[in-house]
């Protein structure tokens, strides 16, 4: 079958390295004072595109929404597997919550067009919300099934996928086009060595231009698109009717952070018991004498 799947992909701050004094005095996170990382479901979203890939011989094509830097997840994601990738970033976008995030990605998707399935991962661990990908297939109009562990069947226009819910599992199925949210039940594959030769000069054309000192050419950017190693860059206006740019970054998002506290955890006193079933009766004991139990 011919399937064309798109798979939304966000590069993060590394959050084990977020504290207060990396947050900007808007409550936004100062991304470019922290290493930057693939998100991890998004990297088993990809995964699971590249299993369809493999089954259906689909086309995935990777995006995202970021700085210049972010061109180095799809990059990656060139290694790992994906047939194209683009890159949308501009200043307009700077500040986006997850309701003007979902607004440029849905523009983004409709001038990409002609898509069977959008993959995301569940959440970013930026900002934990989870609600990016469904707020896309709002916006697209198309059905959504969240907390995907993995398709069981794709064609004739529809899809079959099974997703986690409390306790347990449920099997639903939904026509195509649609929305998939991806939860990390599979293990993503490694970047591939011939695929790192191939697309290792893989570039955007502000990748060309930063390292020459000038705007990339037509030429050059033909001679990359010829080769298959241009990473297209588009900016909001490419995707975004100007009458409709009063949705993006700032302006566009409702959501305010009122106030940050970076918690630090120290050790307390603590009681290290024995791994006998004396000194466990004995722990049981206080904590029943204490009322902690019982």
């Known amino acids: 079958m011919s399937c064309t799947i798109l798979v939304f992909v966000k590069q993060v ?12 005095p808007d409550g936004t996170i100062n991304r470019q004072a922290l290493p930057a990382i693939f998100n991890p479901e998004d990297l088993n979203a990809l995964e699971l595109a590249l299993q369809l890939k493999d089954r259906y011989g689909a086309k995935v094509i990777v995006a995202t929404m970021g700085l210049p830097a972010a061109a180095g997840i799809l990059r990656d994601s060139l290694f790992r597997g994906a047939d194209e990738t683009v890159l949308l970033t501009d200043r307009a976008l700077g500040g986006s919550d997850t309701l003007a995030t979902s607004f440029a990605l849905s523009r983004m998707a409709k001038k990409i067009g002609n898509f069977d399935l959008v993959l995301c991962g569940r959440q970013a661990i930026d900002g934990d919300t989870a609600q990016v990908g469904p707020q896309i297939a709002e916006k697209l109009g198309i059905p959504q099934i969240s907390y995907v562990q993995e398709v069981q069947e794709l064609g004739n226009g529809k899809i ?7 306790g347990g599992y449920e099997v639903l199925e939904a026509p195509l086009p649609a929305l998939l949210t991806v939860v990390d039940a599979n293990q993503p594959r490694p970047q591939n060595a011939s695929r790192i030769i191939k697309y290792k000069k893989a570039k955007t054309p502000s990748e060309i231009a930063a390292a020459k000192g000038a705007p990339a050419s037509d030429e050059e950017i033909a001679a990359l698109s010829a080769k298959g190693l241009l990473i297209q860059e588009w900016n909001a206006a490419y995707c975004v009717p100007q009458d409709e740019f009063n949705r993006l970054g700032k302006a566009g998002s409702p959501t305010n952070v009122k106030h940050i506290l970076s918690v630090v955890l120290t050790a307390g006193n603590f009681q290290e018991v024995a791994p006998t079933p004396d000194a466990v009766g004995n722990l049981v004991h206080e ?3 204490d009322h902690t139990l019982g």
């Open 160 to 166: 079959r996928a099974k997703r986690a819910i409390e």
């Open 13 to 24: 701050p590394d959050t084990k390295n977020v504290t207060g004094d990396a947050m900007k």
């Open 287 to 289: 904590l029943i004498e």
